[in-house]
């Protein structure tokens, strides 16, 4: 009877594991307000709160709060000043978990990113925005 219970509890745990979408659901609603937190920063251009929000990776690569803001400034301004934010589905791909964003620019046009989420030791952290072409559906 014993060794039933323990192949039942190594099944059980080995399907709750093995099942990423569960985990991502739980996280949805803490990745979404990090998501959330650093548009807000960026439009009370309270730079170095959006820094934050990188992952370590990132704040690397920018070193300080300022280049970083120029950066997201120029490169993406529907990111910057949005009139417009979905939070669409949120994923695992190749081992990555990405949030699919919607933006609408000032001139009414969407765009679409995802957001590559990495966990941190005090929460998730933003580690990568990414544009997704458009849809060559129905072409």
Request: cysteine-free; hydrophobic content about 45%; overall charge negative.
């Amino acid at each position: 009877m014993p060794r039933k219970i323990l192949a039942f509890a190594l099944i059980a745990g080995g399907a709750l594991v093995g099942n990423p979408g569960v985990a991502l659901a739980d996280d949805k609603s803490d990745i979404q307000a990090v998501i959330g937190r650093q548009i807000e920063a960026f439009a009370a251009d309270d730079l170095s709160a959006a820094f934050d929000f990188a992952s370590p990776m990132i704040q690397g690569m920018f070193r300080d709060p300022e280049t970083f803001g120029r950066m997201v400034e120029t490169g993406y301004p529907m990111i910057w000043r949005p009139d417009a934010v979905r939070y669409l589905d949120l994923h695992e791909e190749n081992g990555h978990v990405l949030q699919r964003m919607g933006f609408r620019d000032g001139a009414g046009q969407f765009h679409l990113f995802d957001y590559e989420m990495i966990a941190g030791p005090d929460g998730w952290l933003i580690n990568g925005v990414y544009p997704v072409p458009p849809s060559d559906v129905g072409v």
